[in-house]
């Protein structure tokens, strides 16, 4: 280490000012380099490229990115592309990714109260207004709340995909024209049961698996919300759809609380406000173009009719209520909740 000049010649003061000058400029850099700490968010989720729930996630981190000035660096990954539905939900708890999206249903094993506003058991959801009500009212927050504390992921807000509905090869028109359908459904008990209880012969299945099962035969039917419907092509295989509204799936903004909870104050304000801007904007979209979307349908071959008589279908599921609150009291108070503001 080299030395310059004669330390003799320096005095016990100047060495002293010398050292509260350093302490000094310390002190003052140091808000500049935490300032310019960087916060990584990977988004990872299995909605489709070019989807309206993609495009809010894309919106959403840009937003974050910018209002930030580059503080979070929001890295946006849709399709899959790290790992299947159900890895990147555990991911997301785990925190290895920092925000996904999925159906409050996913959590049923731990949360049976949180899977009620994720359309089970079937036709809790009357129309859009009422989904509002739940999820964008004090139940939402509650929802999120529940979450936070049983599974270590916050609910900033809910996107959507929508009402789902039947597509089948022969017309359905009423219940009695359910019977000995088969239609393809989740491996999930409380859909298998609800299917049952229509007359229809339910048929657990992979959903990447359903155009196959259409042609061969393996199915006659499936359900899904009508942007699927398009994008999978299903139409080709069969070309009636029936309006049931029978389900309504909203999809909950998942991030990680524990990185959540890392962030400097001002940062975890723009991550929440900048996701209920960007999903607001998502459930807009998603609602205006599901008419567009429906009158596509019917352009490519499909014949689109309404379901006679859904008081006969609702009156016969109803007992599947009763089995779902069963699961705790917890969740028999959501559910109470969530029908209640039908009213």
Not at 21 to 32: E, F, M, V, Y
Not at 319 to 335: C, D, N, V, Y
Request: proline residues 4%; contains cysteine; aromatic residues 8%.
């Amino acid at each position: 280490m080299r030395t310059h000049g004669n330390t003799r010649g320096i005095s016990r003061r100047s060495m002293l000012a010398t050292g509260s000058a350093a302490i000094g400029l310390s002190a003052l850099a140091a808000p500049a380099v935490l300032a310019q700490q960087k916060f990584v968010c990977r988004m990872g989720h299995s909605e489709a490229i070019g989807s309206p729930l993609t495009m809010a996630f894309e919106a959403w981190g840009k937003a974050m990115n910018e209002k930030s000035g580059g503080r979070i660096d929001a890295q946006h990954f849709p399709a899959s592309q790290l790992g299947s539905y159900t890895q990147m939900i555990e991911q997301n708890r785990l925190g290895t990714i920092q925000a996904t999206t999925g159906g409050p249903d996913t959590e049923e094993s731990v949360a049976p109260e949180i899977a009620a506003t994720g359309g089970a058991p079937g036709f809790i959801y009357r129309d859009e207004a009422h989904v509002d009500r739940v999820l964008q009212g004090d139940i939402g927050k509650e929802v999120s709340a529940i979450a936070r504390a049983k599974t270590g992921v916050e609910f900033l807000d809910y996107g959507e995909v929508g009402f789902r509905h039947v597509l089948s090869k022969r017309p359905v028109a009423t219940m009695a024209d359910l019977r000995g359908l088969k239609i393809r459904v989740p491996e999930l008990k409380v859909w298998v049961d609800f299917w049952k209880l229509l007359g229809a012969n339910p048929t657990p299945l992979a959903y990447a698996e359903q155009y196959n099962a259409l042609s061969t035969g393996l199915i006659d039917a499936l359900e899904a919300d009508v942007f699927s419907i398009k994008g999978f092509k299903w139409g080709e295989q069969a070309k009636n759809m029936t309006l049931t509204n029978h389900w309504f799936l909203p999809k909950a903004t998942r991030v990680n609380a524990r990185w959540l909870d890392s962030l400097p104050a001002e940062l975890q304000t723009i991550v929440r406000d900048t996701a209920k801007v960007a999903f607001a904007e998502q459930r807009r979209v998603n609602r205006a173009n599901t008419a567009a979307t429906l009158e596509e349908l019917k352009a490519s071959g499909i014949t689109v009719r309404t379901a006679g008589d859904t008081a006969a279908w609702r009156a016969a599921t109803e007992p599947l209520f009763a089995e779902f609150a069963s699961k705790s009291p917890a969740t028999k108070a959501m559910i109470d909740k969530i029908r209640g503001l039908v009213a």
